[in-house]
């Protein structure tokens, strides 16, 4: 069978030592198999069979690969995730780190369940990411994507904010509390669930907005359709510094007054798994679910 990839990028974990090890048998594996290889050059030179030539910027992968592997955890993918969804790529993860939400491949055997995919036997799914902007007095200030989560909050720990929220210009609610978490499918199981946050699949269209330590008992959870788009109204009560954090790597500074327009970004990133993957099967084990009485 014809494989439908012939440019494969890897993409590591800078400083990792098993990561590094994890790296450098992918790259021979896959130059064994006679595809093209390029390794992003942050992590490149943690193998010494690599010529300069095959070492690129994360850019560049995302233009010349049919698919990319990364190694690490889902904070990697994640970093990843935020740069090759502008382009037309497969992505699949080698789990190095700890949860493995969207790392799939074990790095201890992953030669049979990879082979199958470069065969074209794997389970593509479409993740969307969020669009996060800042805008002060109606002009845009700065802005960022997240696959996982967009979260308001002040820049010291615990302390209350201000702000009201609008569903594609209409007053949902205002509140105080210790910030907000907009976040996507893919990010419900990571710091949405730890704040109280519903779980949702990931072939839902939806996002959820979850409250931080609202100031009030009646303050709840919010899913919404995924095309809306929410906006944040900073009070100019507040009168603390304030950010708006993006998969909890990126931080946009925001101010009194300043709005946060969240919504669906225009390209989504194409995640394909092994066809063993049951979404399930992997909150079961993440979240250490029962088995089957039966």
Known sequence: MTSP???????????????????????????ALGYEVLVEERVGAQVKEIAPEGLIELVELGKRCDLAIVIGGDGNMLGAARVLA??????IGVNRGNLGFLTDLNPEGFEP???????????????FLLEVEVYRHDELKSANSAMNEA???????????????????????????????????????????????????PELNAMALVPMFPHTLSSRPLVVDGDKEVRLKLSLENTDSLQVSCDSHVVLAVLPGDEVVIKKAEKSLRLIHPKSYSYYDVLRQKLNWGSRLY
């Open 86 to 91: 502008r382009f037309d790529v497969a992505v």
């Open 5 to 31: 990839f012939k440019t494969i990028g890897l993409i590591g974990k800078p400083n990792h030592k098993g990561a590094a090890l994890t790296l450098h048998r992918l790259y021979t594996f896959l130059q």
């Open 151 to 201: 979260v308001l909050h002040a820049d010291k720990v615990a302390h209350m904010i201000e702000f009201e929220a609008f569903i594609d210009n209409q007053f949902v609610f205002s509140q105080r509390s210790d910030g907000l978490i907009v976040s996507t499918p893919t990010g419900s199981t990571a710091y949405s669930l730890s704040g109280g946050g519903p779980i949702l699949t």
């Open 113 to 127: 369940a990879l082979e199958e995919v470069l065969r074209g036997e794997f389970i593509a799914e479409s993740r």
